[in-house]
C-alpha cells in the first residue's frame, strides 16, 4: 500500500558527504513519524535518525553532528545529509515509514524501502 523510493547512495571517500532521499507514495491517508535505518555486512540494522510530522528528530549517538534529517511534508519526502562521513558509515541505508492507511482505522504500519549502498573509503 505505501512504496518508498530511495536514492542518493554511492561511494565517497572519508570526510566527503552524501545526501539521501526517500519519497514515499501508494495509499498513505497520513505520516507519523519517517527515518533512516543501516545495516552493515554481519550486523544488526540500526536506528541512523527518525523524523515525526511534529519535527521531532532522534540520531544515533554515533552520527550526531555529522548527519541531519529533514522532510518535506507536501512531497512526503524524507532526506539524509550526510557529512564528515567516516568508513565506519559503510551500510546498506534503509528509508522508513511508519504510516497510518485508512481514514476509519487509527492503526500505523510500518514500511521499508529496499535500500541504498553508501560506502566511505579510506
Known amino acids: 500500500q505505501v512504496q518508498l523510493v530511495e536514492s542518493g547512495g554511492g561511494l565517497v571517500q572519508a570526510g566527503g558527504s552524501l545526501r539521501l532521499s526517500c519519497a514515499a507514495s501508494?495509499?498513505?491517508?497520513?505520516?507519523?513519524?519517517m527515518g533512516w535505518y543501516r545495516q552493515a555486512p554481519g550486523k544488526h540494522r540500526e536506528l541512523v535518525a527518525t523524523?515525526?510530522?511534529?519535527?521531532?528528530?532522534v540520531y544515533a549517538d554515533s552520527v550526531k553532528g555529522r548527519f541531519t534529517i529533514s522532510r518535506d511534508n507536501a512531497k512526503n519526502t524524507v532526506f539524509l545529509q550526510m557529512n564528515s562521513l567516516k568508513p565506519e558509515d559503510t551500510a546498506v541505508y534503509y528509508c522508513?515509514?511508519?504510516?497510518?492507511?485508512?481514514?476509519?482505522?487509527?492503526?500505523?504500519?510500518?514500511?521499508w524501502g529496499q535500500g541504498t549502498q553508501v560506502t566511505v573509503s579510506s
Open positions: 522508513n515509514c511508519n504510516a497510518r492507511t485508512s481514514r476509519y482505522y487509527s492503526a500505523a504500519n510500518d514500511y
Open positions: 501508494g495509499s498513505i491517508f497520513s505520516i507519523n513519524a
Open positions: 523524523i515525526t510530522s511534529g519535527d521531532t528528530t
